[in-house]
């Protein structure tokens, strides 16, 4: 390691695309693009060039830009306390996890501050609540494809060696089987597993529905050996699928859920959402957060909550979604360029000829915003707000590529 030198004072520099010019670590490999406001379903550049915006801050900003009501939210709740901290309670964290209560299988709510972290305390949480029940009972068990977060135990969960490899040794105890019943059966030992994790649609891992049926068996086979089972739905939950909660159409209960990405309106939030058999081997001091669930963030996440679980919303995700989904199978046919077409409700991916960066370079020239899930899926999560004339320009530009 060389010795830090000392540099001389410098002006910051403005913003800029170029990473060379950039005083941000260099973990993401930005766009040539710098946005400066939104409006709806598009973002803008410094040049007023409109962007359609199928990204949606990567399924956060779900009801698009400079909402009314959202930015209501915000201002509104400036006005009250914005911290206090977890050693006191405040009626915005309160209410939200009553709202979330009200609104799911759940009888506890932990609050944080991202999705990573919230899969973090629920392996913590399921590991506490295992342990009650046997000494040895304590691994945590992932899908193949599966995204969990890039935090030292979410990484061991996460299937993408890339992001694993350079940060060997992994934490130990958690492991990643295939998605197949026969496999996982022979895994999911009563003994030593303590949860079993599962995302109901892999977003990351290339936007992939899992079959309702499989998701039963696994409940069933989780329930009969006292396994916790864990849904992540920070990607596909809050709406996106077309109810509140994936989980809903697959019609199990789950021990715990994991949220964050939409739930304060783009602010960051993350949430555990578990049954009273898992909260009551928690104790004082087992678990904590500076932020998770301050009164800020947490005003708006009620307001975020909502405008998600309108019954309207939710059946304009469910139709608009399909309708969505049937287009795209139709540029499939007529382009001769997608392999597959997967996807649900505002979640869509499609494997493509050449790679998908090809595809999500040219769409944002073209001003669309997609990105990618894999070397070869292009990713699609447009706002929920998005209108069926604001998909259909979307596509359009999509085929145009293709
Ligand atoms: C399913 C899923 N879980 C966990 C995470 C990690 O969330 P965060 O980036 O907020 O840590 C993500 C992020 O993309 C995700 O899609």
């Not at 964050?260 to 009551?280: D, F, H, R, V, Y």
């Not at 595809?359 to 998005?386: F, H, I, K, N, Q």
Request: proline share 5%; charged share 20%.
């Amino acid at each position: 390691m060389t010795a830090p030198t000392v540099k001389p004072m410098t002006e910051p520099s403005a913003p800029t695309a170029n990473p060379m010019a950039s005083a941000i670590l260099g973990t993401y490999k930005r766009a040539p693009v710098e946005f400066v406001r939104g409006s709806g379903v598009h973002l803008y550049d410094a040049e007023g060039k409109a962007y359609l915006d199928f990204v949606a801050g990567i399924a956060v900003n779900a009801l698009g830009y400079d909402d009314a009501g959202l930015k209501a939210a915000m201002h509104a709740a400036v006005d009250g306390l914005i911290h206090t901290s977890n050693l006191y309670s405040t009626s915005p964290g309160e209410q939200l996890a009553a709202a979330l209560v009200s609104k799911s299988f759940a009888d506890k709510v932990f609050f944080c501050n991202s999705g990573a972290e919230a899969n973090e305390g629920a392996f913590k949480f399921a590991r506490r609540w295992a342990r009650t029940l046997g000494d040895a009972k304590h691994e945590i068990i992932a899908l193949r494809g599966a995204f969990h977060g890039r935090l030292f135990g979410t990484l061991a969960a996460t299937d993408r060696p890339a992001y694993r490899l350079p940060f060997r040794p992994l934490v130990p105890g958690v492991s990643i089987f295939e998605r197949d019943l026969a496999e996982l059966d022979a895994a999911l030992s009563e003994d030593t597993v303590a949860a079993l994790i599962v995302e109901p649609v892999q977003g990351e891992g290339g936007v992939r529905v899992l079959d309702h049926g499989f998701l039963r068996e696994l409940r069933a086979l989780t329930t009969s050996r006292n396994i916790a089972l864990i849904l992540d739905e920070i990607q596909c939950g809050f709406g996106r699928t077309g109810t509140l909660f994936a989980y809903e159409q697959a019609g199990i209960v789950p021990d715990m859920v994991t949220l964050a990405k939409p739930i304060a309106g783009g602010l960051p939030m993350g949430a555990i959402l578990m049954t009273e058999e898992i909260a009551s081997a928690i104790a004082y001091g087992d678990h904590g957060t500076t932020f998770g669930g301050g009164p800020f963030v947490a005003s708006v996440a009620l307001h975020v909550v909502e405008r998600l679980s309108d019954p309207a919303m939710l059946a304009h995700v469910r139709e608009t979604g399909a309708w969505f989904g049937r287009q795209l199978h139709e540029i499939a046919q007529r382009t001769g360029r997608i392999r597959q077409v997967r996807g649900t409700g505002f979640i869509w991916g499609i494997d493509v000829m050449g790679t998908a960066a090809h595809v999500v370079s040219e769409a944002l020239t073209r001003g669309l915003l997609v990105c990618s899930a894999g070397d070869y899926t292009v990713r699609m999560l447009p706002p929920l707000v998005a209108t069926r004339e604001e998909l259909a320009r979307g596509l359009a530009i999509l085929e145009e590529i293709l």
